[in-house]
């Protein structure tokens, strides 16, 4: 473990307590650890947040192993693992809460690969309207996500595409996909309402197919405000988009998100 969390940039009073904790329940540690590399994440769900955290950066060392049995280069494992640092200073650097959303990280489904993350998806939510999609319900897609922390240039998200096609050609080449998919905040059709069409959001969305908007605000509400308020004339206005959301939101606007896909053809 102790190679292996100088490479995850952890606040250093929240490493320190994790290699304390680590040193002081070993036998726990690497039980637990074993347990979630054999795919049981479940015997994490009563465990605190610190004693997550250790576990987890534990199992990483069987990640590393798959990743250099796989032969993908160990800076995308890094770069990858970077999500850990980002959902601690979500958690106020207390350690780990969400574990369910790392899981996928260590189980060697979801890749940062540039700008933006990519996950082995089977698109089986049966909610979805599948005439509007150009592949059916229990397809293989790879799902994009967005890692907070990074300002979206599109410039660079293109060039993560791209090099996705090729990452996914090179170390899963039988995962059989076309289409990449993302749900979003970002691609909410509405968002042309209150945002300049130059802006980093606007150009991200315009490289999708956008396929469904639908009046669900929760994400768009906690990635702008923080979290929802009662009275919409109490949101704060620290940022432009802050101010320009606000005020579509009181001259009766609505927030929510949408679903895009991209053909990885088009990204060749």
């Not at 795919?39 to 610190?50: H, I, Q, T, V």
């Not at 540039?114 to 996950?119: A, E, K, P, T, V």
Request: charged share 25%; with cysteine; hydrophobic share 40%.
């Amino acid at each position: 473990m102790l190679d292996l969390i100088e490479k995850i940039d952890l606040d250093i009073q929240l490493k320190n307590k994790v290699i304390d904790l680590a040193q002081k329940d070993r036998v726990k540690i690497l039980s637990l650890a074993e347990k979630c590399a054999g795919g049981n994440f479940n015997c994490l769900r009563f465990k605190d947040d610190l004693t997550r955290l250790a576990v987890i950066i534990e199992t990483a060392e069987y990640t590393l192993e798959k990743y250099r049995q796989l032969g993908i280069p160990e800076h995308i494992f890094i770069k990858t693992l970077d999500d850990i640092r980002i959902w601690c200073e979500n958690n106020d650097n207390k350690g780990l809460a969400n574990y369910n959303w790392i899981k996928n990280h260590l189980n060697c489904e979801l890749f940062r690969i540039g700008r933006l993350q990519f996950q082995l998806f089977k698109c089986s939510n049966k909610l979805l309207d599948y005439s509007c999609f150009p592949f059916d319900c229990g397809e293989n897609v790879i799902n994009i996500h967005i890692p907070q922390g990074e300002k979206l240039i599109y410039s660079d998200c293109v060039a993560s595409l791209k090099e996705a096609v090729v990452f996914f050609n090179k170390y899963f080449p039988d995962y059989d996909y076309r289409y990449f998919f993302c749900e979003s905040w970002l691609l909410y059709g509405d968002n042309c309402f209150f945002m300049e069409p130059s802006s980093n959001i606007m150009q991200f969305s315009a490289m999708f197919d956008i396929v469904c908007s639908v009046d669900i605000d929760k994400q768009s509400i906690e990635r702008i405000f923080g979290k929802r308020q009662l009275n919409k004339k109490k949101y704060q206005e620290n940022t432009s988009l802050q101010r320009s959301a606000k005020a579509h939101l009181l001259n009766g606007g609505k927030l929510g998100m949408g679903i895009g896909i991209i053909d990885k053809y088009d990204m060749v």
